[in-house]
């Protein structure tokens, strides 16, 4: 059985987590990090140098980076998919990665993990500014289209759903971007979704 090790507020396990449960994947989670600890055991370090979640074990195989574990599950278990199929949904991946997970973890770490008193809310203010300034890129690609790469949800979907599931909750001025909007409630339709990112408090 798939074991997957990390606590569930981390925005990290939530795309394994969802991408799981969208799959339909029989799975064991091992809480992990933070609060848990055992990230810096010789055991977990066997299996992840950097010390970080997620990781996860698929028989004897480890692997972890939370976008390549998306992409390997989609991949053993999903439906098979031609190259540009594939291609054309994970570029979005990389995207996330490279546009909005900088902005949006600087937005939450200062709001939601960093005392009152200690926040850099210009910081806060410029990482609202840089997300708001990328967003209508993913708003057009889905003006004419469900989900990111088309009719159904595939791993382009999961890190940046995650990420906007706390651009959506959290207490800042958003510009208005319909289509991106109507895209998220979608996604909170989805029972893996709700279940595993939607029910998660912000902490």
């Known amino acids: 059985m798939l074991k997957i090790w990390g606590r569930v507020n981390s925005v990290n396990v939530q795309k394994v987590m969802w991408a799981v449960g969208e799959l339909g994947i029989p799975h064991e989670r091992v809480d992990a990090g933070m609060q848990f600890g055992v990230v810096n055991t010789p055991e977990y370090r066997n299996l992840n140098p950097n010390g970080r979640v997620p990781t996860i074990e698929d028989g004897d195989f480890v692997l972890w980076e939370s976008n390549t574990i998306v992409r390997y599950l989609f991949a053993v278990y999903g439906p098979q998919r031609t190259p540009q199929q594939r291609y054309g949904s994970e570029k979005w991946m990389d995207w996330a990665l490279a546009y909005v997970h900088g902005p949006l973890t600087t937005i939450f770490w200062q709001l939601y993990r960093t005392p009152a008193d200690e926040r850099d809310m210009p910081a806060v203010d410029a990482a609202v500014k840089q997300a708001?300034?990328?967003?209508?890129?993913?708003?057009?690609?889905?003006?004419?289209?469900?989900?990111?790469?088309?009719?159904?949800?595939?791993?382009?979907?999961?890190?940046?759903?995650?990420?906007?599931?706390?651009?959506?909750?959290?207490?800042?001025?958003?510009?208005a971007l319909a289509n991106l909007a109507a895209w998220y409630e979608r996604l909170k339709g989805r029972p893996a979704y709700k279940q595993d990112v939607l029910s998660v408090p912000l902490t």
């Open 132 to 175: 708001s300034d990328v967003l209508p890129i993913v708003d057009a690609a889905l003006a004419s289209q469900p989900f990111i790469a088309g009719a159904e949800v595939t791993p382009g979907d999961i890190p940046l759903g995650c990420f906007m599931n706390r651009w959506f909750q959290m207490p800042i001025h958003r510009p």
